[in-house]
């Protein structure tokens, strides 16, 4: 119990006080609570802020504890989504379609990210290209897809539907309980917080403060004699996993895909919820991915045409005067004003 506590509050991530972790526990409640309160409307809304933690965690693990960027990690969102809307599209009716499709789009993901992850970092690609790469990876994904119109491109009885993208994906389902309106909110719910909470734990394992080591110094920590690519390959899997996990919450959120999903613009949103937040803090992204995100869809729905010019400015902002991340930022500061005996507590 006590290495569990121990790896939950160690110094990977920010917040260690006791009323931080008072704030947290009552944050989690709020979001228990909200769902009674509100429309099954406005819950599926906030639901599908929450099914993008997972992609911004990802990009936090493998950009700011590893120390590479991805600017294609949303192909792995892609990828999920469209193995699950076949997988379980091929098997109507089935209760344990769903259930094979979130494991077939994982695994699918999470192999292709190893294939790619080898030859990137068995290479010794130089850290500068990788960005270059796995955009390149996901424009190419983006336009295949794209080409996948008409009835000659199927697979078993489900089209790939071209740029009209996949629709009629099922829900995901336990059994007779189908996850759809409140409960796909908590599922997303449950979802984020087990993310979190595993990743937290992850990096303040030995294994993080490897990884952590090894995004300060690579020389150093090969010299030591540790794997540094076998490392820096299974961080990269593990993050592309993550994306996927929030491909495969979102075909079940709309129960549609499209190739846009793989685009430019979708490949640059977890770039920017990690740098606003903080790259260099789980929560920090979860907080910003969550902010950014309803800011979005608040300005969109508005009419505002201008809510990816405002997130694009909001980024340039952060980099010129929050170069840590916002809410990175922010917390520091906070802590740098409390009581020295409220910090002193852990």
Same mark, same amino acid.
């Given at each position: 119990?006590?290495?569990?506590?121990?790896?939950?509050?160690?110094?990977?991530?920010?917040?260690?006080?006791?009323? $931080?972790?008072?704030?947290?526990?009552?944050?989690?409640?709020?979001?228990?609570? #909200?769902?009674?309160? *509100? @429309?099954?409307?406005?819950? @599926?809304?906030?639901?599908?802020?929450? &099914?993008?933690?997972?992609?911004?965690?990802?990009?936090?693990?493998?950009?700011?504890?590893?120390? *590479?960027? @991805? $600017?294609?990690?949303?192909?792995?969102?892609?990828?999920?989504?469209?193995?699950?809307?076949?997988? %379980?599209?091929?098997?109507?009716?089935?209760?344990?379609?769903?259930?094979?499709?979130?494991?077939?789009?994982?695994?699918?993901?999470?192999?292709?990210?190893?294939?790619?992850?080898?030859?990137?970092?068995?290479?010794?690609?130089?850290?500068?290209?990788?960005?270059?790469?796995?955009?390149?990876?996901? !424009?190419? &994904?983006?336009?295949?897809? /794209?080409?996948?119109?008409?009835?000659?491109?199927?697979?078993?009885?489900?089209?790939?539907?071209?740029?009209?993208?996949?629709?009629?994906?099922?829900?995901?389902?336990?059994?007779?309980?189908?996850?759809?309106?409140?409960? $796909?909110?908590? $599922?997303?719910?449950?979802?984020?917080?087990?993310?979190?909470?595993?990743?937290?734990?992850? +990096?303040?394992?030995?294994?993080?403060?490897?990884?952590? %080591?090894?995004?300060?110094?690579?020389?150093? %920590?090969?010299?030591?004699? #540790?794997?540094?690519?076998?490392?820096?390959?299974?961080?990269?899997? &593990?993050?592309?996993?993550?994306?996927?996990?929030?491909?495969?919450? #979102?075909?079940?959120?709309?129960?549609?895909?499209?190739?846009?999903?793989?685009?430019?613009?979708?490949?640059?949103?977890? *770039?920017?919820?990690?740098?606003?937040?903080?790259?260099?803090?789980?929560? %920090?992204?979860?907080? @910003?991915?969550?902010? !950014?995100?309803?800011?979005?869809?608040?300005?969109?729905?508005?009419?505002?045409?201008?809510?990816?010019?405002?997130?694009? =400015?909001?980024?340039?902002?952060? +980099? +010129?005067?929050?170069?840590? /991340?916002?809410? *990175? +930022?922010?917390?520091?500061?906070?802590?740098?004003?409390?009581?020295?005996?409220?910090? =002193?507590?852990?």
């Amino acid at each position: 119990m006590k290495s569990i506590v121990h790896l939950i509050g160690g110094e990977a991530d920010i917040g260690h006080t006791r009323w $931080f972790w008072i704030g947290l526990a009552v944050a989690i409640v709020l979001l228990f609570f #909200y769902p009674t309160q *509100v @429309s099954s409307f406005r819950a @599926s809304n906030v639901a599908f802020y929450l &099914l993008n933690v997972p992609l911004g965690l990802g990009m936090a693990l493998l950009w700011g504890y590893c120390g *590479v960027l @991805s $600017f294609g990690h949303v192909a792995y969102f892609g990828i999920a989504g469209y193995l699950y809307g076949i997988i %379980a599209g091929n098997m109507p009716g089935n209760p344990l379609g769903p259930i094979t499709g979130m494991i077939g789009g994982l695994v699918g993901c999470g192999l292709v990210a190893a294939i790619f992850g080898y030859f990137v970092f068995y290479a010794r690609v130089q850290k500068w290209i990788i960005p270059i790469l796995t955009l390149v990876f996901t !424009l190419l &994904l983006e336009t295949f897809l /794209g080409q996948t119109a008409g009835y000659q491109w199927r697979v078993g009885s489900v089209l790939l539907g071209g740029y009209n993208g996949m629709t009629g994906i099922p829900w995901f389902q336990l059994g007779g309980l189908v996850f759809e309106g409140y409960a $796909f909110y908590y $599922f997303c719910l449950v979802i984020v917080i087990a993310c979190y909470f595993g990743l937290r734990m992850l +990096m303040n394992s030995r294994f993080g403060q490897v990884t952590i %080591a090894i995004r300060e110094d690579e020389l150093r %920590a090969e010299l030591l004699g #540790y794997d540094i690519r076998a490392r820096q390959a299974a961080i990269f899997v &593990l993050s592309a996993m993550l994306a996927g996990l929030s491909g495969l919450l #979102y075909v079940q959120w709309g129960n549609y895909i499209t190739p846009s999903q793989v685009g430019l613009l979708q490949a640059a949103l977890p *770039v920017v919820w990690t740098a606003v937040g903080g790259r260099t803090s789980l929560l %920090a992204v979860v907080i @910003s991915t969550l902010v !950014l995100n309803w800011l979005t869809y608040t300005l969109s729905s508005q009419g505002n045409q201008y809510a990816m010019v405002i997130i694009g =400015a909001l980024l340039v902002v952060t +980099m +010129m005067f929050f170069p840590r /991340g916002i809410v *990175v +930022m922010l917390a520091e500061t906070i802590g740098r004003r409390m009581p020295r005996r409220t910090r =002193a507590e852990t």
